[in-house]
């Protein structure tokens, strides 16, 4: 039946190559690379081009803010029409180029205003690919090995995010910021063209087109209750940029400001390889044992690290082990949040599911960037870490509820 969900067990037919590690999975992850090599070379150096165009420090909050927002709302849409035409590919190729292209355009701003049209115009192509790509990475593979597949996506991201900003520090000393932003669209086309060359896509028959809001009220029940259960942990998964801050000022004392400041990144480096590294086995795991049970592990693994926050000594190795925690459940997060979403819609709306999954992201990463940054400078650090400890156990809670083919 084309409206039953698909349950962790069931093979329906895929397209593209069988087995998970197939041309289509190795081009995702390819692609998800070189664009992330890309646009956070740009991200990088970003806010020290803006100050050399005298933009005031708003400027970035501004850029940063109305880009998001945009890419939270063409992922909505973009994920409706996903599941309207018979070929996605085309569109995902197309929005992989624009994001090049846009962050390349930066090398020719003289003014903050125009790097915010262009940042805009980047990250709606950004917004608009994401659910295309995911549908058609859940439908790549066969089901009972979905996790092993996001999860080498995710790693790939990762991997770029890690090196984006390593290439943007080797490449500052040698060259003009504006050349940098140039040289970006070199990955940034390199990844719609790993796209297009490996990831292959089989016509879909269309079943009866559903308008906007009916093809949201058409999610089945399970995967609403799901919904929820995200934008509940993201409105307390807070940007991980604040464990440098806490971990800077609790070791300061002792070790001095600079010592625990450079501390405190490398603890933050440390983080960000274990993230990468953990991808793939997350994803393992998740086929093998079950992705809610390992799903809500990983939320109930932050709500220890939120509430390990707020108890630790001023002891490097203690911060140690929570940065470590950190990277471990956003991996299991990050690839097992979209693997179980497609065990949970019928094929034939699996864009629109996933359009829907990136807009309760936005929203609970929206709601956490605020409470938690006003709980931490009006009332303590600790009152944002308890806010969103307590944050992920209800998530956690939520999510152990969601029913499988329901």
């Given at each position: 039946?084309?409206?039953?969900?698909?349950?962790?067990?069931?093979?329906?037919?895929?397209?593209?190559?069988?087995?998970?590690?197939?041309?289509?999975?190795?081009?995702?992850?390819?692609?998800?690379?070189?664009?992330?090599?890309?646009?956070?070379?740009?991200?990088?150096?970003?806010?020290?081009?803006?100050?050399?165009?005298?933009?005031?420090?708003?400027?970035?909050?501004?850029?940063?803010?109305?880009?998001?927002?945009?890419?939270?709302?063409?992922?909505?849409?973009?994920?409706?029409?996903g599941d309207r035409?018979?070929?996605?590919?085309?569109?995902?190729?197309?929005?992989?180029?624009?994001?090049?292209?846009?962050?390349?355009?930066?090398?020719?701003?003289?003014?903050?205003?125009?790097?915010?049209?262009?940042?805009?115009?980047?990250?709606?192509?950004?917004?608009?690919?994401?659910?295309?790509?995911?549908?058609m990475l859940a439908?790549?593979?066969?089901?009972?090995?979905?996790?092993?597949?996001?999860?080498?996506?995710?790693?790939?991201?990762?991997?770029?995010?890690?090196?984006?900003?390593?290439?943007?520090?080797?490449?500052?000393?040698?060259?003009?910021?504006?050349?940098?932003?140039?040289?970006?669209?070199?990955?940034?086309?390199?990844?719609?063209?790993?796209?297009?060359?490996?990831?292959?896509?089989?016509?879909?028959?269309?079943?009866?087109?559903?308008?906007?809001?009916?093809?949201?009220?058409?999610?089945?029940?399970?995967?609403?209750?799901?919904?929820?259960?995200?934008?509940?942990?993201?409105?307390?998964?807070?940007?991980?940029?604040?464990?440098?801050?806490?971990?800077?000022?609790?070791?300061?004392?002792?070790?001095?400001?600079?010592?625990?400041?450079?501390?405190?990144?490398?603890?933050?480096?440390?983080?960000?390889?274990?993230?990468?590294?953990?991808?793939?086995?997350?994803?393992?795991?998740?086929?093998?044992?079950?992705?809610?049970?390992l799903l809500a592990?990983?939320?109930?693994?932050?709500?220890?690290?939120?509430?390990?926050?707020?108890?630790?000594?001023?002891?490097?190795?203690?911060?140690?082990?929570?940065?470590?925690?950190?990277?471990?459940?956003?991996?299991?997060?990050?690839?097992?949040?979209?693997?179980?979403?497609?065990?949970?819609?019928?094929?034939?709306?699996?864009?629109?599911?996933?359009?829907?999954?990136?807009?309760?992201?936005?929203?609970?990463?929206?709601?956490?960037?605020?409470?938690?940054?006003?709980?931490?400078?009006?009332?303590?650090?600790?009152?944002?870490?308890?806010?969103?400890?307590?944050?992920?156990?209800?998530?956690?809670?939520?999510?152990?509820?969601?029913?499988?083919?329901?």
């Open positions: 039946m084309a409206n039953k969900p698909v349950s962790e067990g069931n093979s329906p037919p895929i397209e593209g190559d069988t087995g998970w590690l197939n041309p289509a999975v190795i081009g995702m992850g390819l692609t998800s690379f070189f664009s992330d090599l890309g646009h956070e070379t740009a991200s990088s150096i970003l806010p020290l081009f803006l100050a050399s165009l005298g933009a005031p420090a708003a400027a970035l909050g501004v850029i940063e803010g109305v880009s998001d927002a945009l890419s939270s709302f063409a992922k909505l849409g973009a994920g409706w029409l035409v018979s070929r996605r590919k085309p569109i995902v190729v197309g929005g992989y180029m624009l994001t090049g292209l846009a962050t390349g355009l930066f090398g020719l701003a003289t003014s903050w205003p125009q790097i915010l049209v262009s940042r805009a115009v980047g990250w709606f192509g950004r917004g608009v690919r994401g659910p295309l790509r995911d549908a439908d790549a593979v066969d089901p009972r090995e979905r996790g092993r597949a996001f999860g080498l996506e995710r790693a790939g991201d990762t991997l770029g995010a890690v090196l984006g900003p390593a290439t943007a520090l080797l490449l500052v000393s040698a060259m003009t910021y504006r050349k940098i932003f140039l040289l970006t669209v070199i990955p940034g086309l390199i990844a719609a063209l790993c796209f297009a060359v490996l990831v292959r896509e089989h016509g879909r028959r269309l079943t009866r087109p559903r308008k906007f809001w009916e093809a949201l009220g058409a999610l089945p029940r399970g995967f609403r209750v799901y919904l929820i259960a995200v934008a509940v942990f993201g409105a307390g998964d807070f940007a991980h940029t604040l464990l440098i801050l806490r971990a800077s000022q609790a070791l300061a004392p002792s070790l001095g400001t600079v010592q625990a400041g450079a501390l405190a990144i490398g603890l933050y480096t440390i983080h960000n390889v274990i993230y990468a590294a953990a991808t793939v086995p997350a994803g393992a795991l998740g086929d093998r044992y079950g992705k809610r049970r592990g990983g939320y109930l693994l932050a709500a220890v690290m939120s509430g390990g926050f707020i108890l630790a000594t001023p002891s490097w190795w203690h911060f140690a082990l929570l940065f470590a925690a950190g990277g471990l459940y956003i991996a299991v997060e990050d690839t097992l949040e979209r693997a179980l979403a497609a065990d949970l819609l019928p094929r034939d709306m699996l864009s629109t599911g996933y359009g829907a999954l990136a807009a309760a992201n936005g929203l609970g990463d929206f709601v956490s960037s605020v409470l938690v940054g006003v709980l931490w400078t009006v009332v303590s650090p600790a009152a944002g870490f308890a806010y969103a400890a307590i944050l992920s156990l209800v998530g956690a809670a939520l999510v152990s509820r969601v029913r499988l083919g329901g």
